[in-house]
């Protein structure tokens, strides 16, 4: 099993910044890939950025890329997310996940169906 902790919401003006942190305890060598994702209000849950865990290759939602940065720290088992130029369209909770499963093409791991862990979530807030 493998348990995972985020942390970092709250509430920040449009075109502010915010970091998440995910922490990861447990089973954490089984890890093959963590990502975030989230869910606004009235809408489905939807990928938001992942990274592999030996490599460190990165895939972004079109909607974040060049604003968020996903990164990881294999020591601390943890992965960040990079918030900036934030908008208030960003305002969901955000999910930390992780996957045991190896694909090589890590577009895969946008597939929330296909994770294995998640957190409970941590609330971003971006007001106009």
């Known amino acids: 099993q493998v348990q995972l902790v985020e942390s970092g919401g709250g509430l920040v003006q449009a075109g502010g910044s915010l970091r998440l942190s995910c922490a990861a305890s447990g089973r954490t060598f089984s890890i093959d890939a963590m990502g975030w994702f989230r869910q606004a209000p009235g809408k489905e849950r939807e990928f938001v950025a992942t990274?592999?865990?030996?490599?460190?290759?990165?895939y972004y939602a079109d909607s974040v890329k060049g604003r968020f940065t996903i990164s990881r720290d294999n020591a601390k088992n943890t992965v960040y997310l990079q918030m900036n130029s934030l908008k208030p369209e960003d305002t969901a909770v955000y999910f930390c996940a992780a996957d045991t499963t190896y694909y090589s093409d890590i577009s895969n791991y946008r597939d929330q169906y296909g994770m294995d862990y998640w957190g409970k979530g941590t609330l971003v807030t971006v007001s106009s």
């Open positions: 990274i592999k865990r030996s490599g460190g290759s990165t």
